[in-house]
């Protein structure tokens, strides 16, 4: 490992390479800063082109880098990319859902632990039920837009996940005055997990996870998560079975020639999440434009080369457009865009003509599953997806680095 805070490599079939460089010392500074502080974070953006969908690249990341966000741009064709760091891309099916453990391991048993912290890790805690909405409780959805749920919900998605892949499975609630889990059980037992904590009980001998209802169950628990943690499991009752209802695939909407998409890492407080943006430019718009956008709206800005009269969707009303200025339509109180979920919207033209519009779609969606850097050499690729074969894709990765140095790399065949 060098000092560099990256490498990058090129391995076959990569023709195209565009290496852009931006420091700043730290994510509160402005652009353009170049003081040099090594214990504050430094960005740098490195934007390479995807000529062939099978085509990879190796960054050599340095220690405490990390991906910061990212941006798509397509240069041709039409396609949906989806980044793949190491082989990890956020699950678009439950099937790819259940093999970001089922890769790693064998048995059954080993997966659903590695899922009940893969649950643990990406949804934090929400205070207050905030909607009740089936998503919420959607295993793909859920992890996908949302970035949070309540106890309830997250063992109602976690078992969901669970009695859908494995056959013969079932679930039922488990529950005490202030927190609810799930457990699972089969013809071999009843088998205790909560997602939200990431806790589970194996058997000393077994190594099977044991239910809530065995013997020593408080003793084991404590000796692997302490007694404030198992505190929670100290009055325990059951409650009601579990359906294994569970979307099975989110088909995402095709980008078109010139479309950008920025997906953030950052978790927002006030958002319960992330933002992602969707840059679009029409030039020659009809009287009705329909989108459909992969993650929820939460805000919309547009811009037309003239003065035009507009109706878009049934949050917007109708609106007046200024030629060659910003409108910018924000529907959701700051709760509401914490569950926004329209992700399909039709803009009809009243009066006048437009002429070229730009779009921007500020929509939310769930950072904690994004991609991450480790420490050394990072794949990085695109995960399957629906692209048509002429697709062309351009991709940025904002790095933040506590060391960047000033070489940068060439890459070599």
Request: glycine share 8%.
């Amino acid at each position: 490992m060098t000092d560099d805070a990256f490498k990058i490599h090129r391995i076959p079939f990569i023709y195209v390479l565009v290496f852009v460089v931006a420091t700043c010392v730290s994510c509160s500074c402005p652009r353009g800063n170049d003081k040099k502080n090594d214990n504050k974070l430094r960005e740098k953006t490195t934007t390479f082109v995807f000529n062939s969908l099978s085509d990879s690249f190796r960054l050599d990341a340095g220690p405490g880098a990390r991906l910061s966000g990212y941006t798509f741009r397509i240069k041709s064709g039409q396609c949906f990319p989806r980044l793949a760091v190491n082989g990890y891309t956020p699950a678009a099916t439950l099937d790819e859902l259940w093999d970001i453990c089922g890769k790693k391991h064998r048995e059954t048993r080993d997966i659903l632990i590695c899922l009940n912290d893969y649950f643990s890790s990406s949804l934090p805690f929400a205070e207050g039920k905030l909607v009740d909405d089936e998503f919420l409780r959607d295993p793909l959805p859920a992890l996908l837009y949302y970035s949070y749920n309540q106890c309830d919900d997250r063992a109602y998605a976690f078992a969901g996940l669970a009695v859908t892949k494995v056959p013969g499975l079932a679930a039922r609630f488990v529950t005490s005055p202030a927190h609810t889990m799930v457990e699972l059980y089969d013809d071999d037992g009843r088998h205790f997990f909560d997602p939200q904590e990431g806790v589970y009980v194996l058997d000393p001998e077994t190594k099977e996870v044991l239910g809530h209802e065995a013997e020593n169950f408080l003793e084991l628990c404590r000796k692997s998560f302490g007694r404030q943690k198992c505190a929670l499991y100290e009055n325990l009752g059951v409650g009601d079975p579990i359906a294994g209802n569970a979307t099975q695939r989110i088909d995402f909407p095709k980008l078109e020639t010139g479309d950008e998409l920025f997906v953030s890492k950052t978790y927002e407080d006030d958002l319960l999440g992330g933002k992602a943006i969707l840059a679009r430019t029409i030039d020659e718009p009809g009287k009705t434009l329909e989108f459909r956008l992969p993650y929820p709206l939460i805000q919309c800005r547009i811009r037309p080369e003239k003065d035009a009269e507009a109706t878009f969707g049934k949050d917007f009303g109708t609106f007046s457009l200024s030629g060659g200025q910003w409108t910018a339509f924000d529907p959701y109180s700051a709760i509401k865009k914490r569950y926004a979920r329209q992700k399909n919207f039709t803009l009809n033209f009243l009066s006048g003509e437009p002429g070229k519009i730009s779009f921007e779609f500020v929509m939310r969606h769930n950072p904690l599953i994004q991609p991450k850097l480790t420490s050394g050499d990072n794949e990085i690729t695109l995960a399957p997806g629906d692209c048509s074969g002429d697709a062309m894709v351009e991709l940025t990765l904002n790095v933040a680095s506590f060391s960047i140095r000033q070489n940068l790399h060439k890459m070599h065949p």
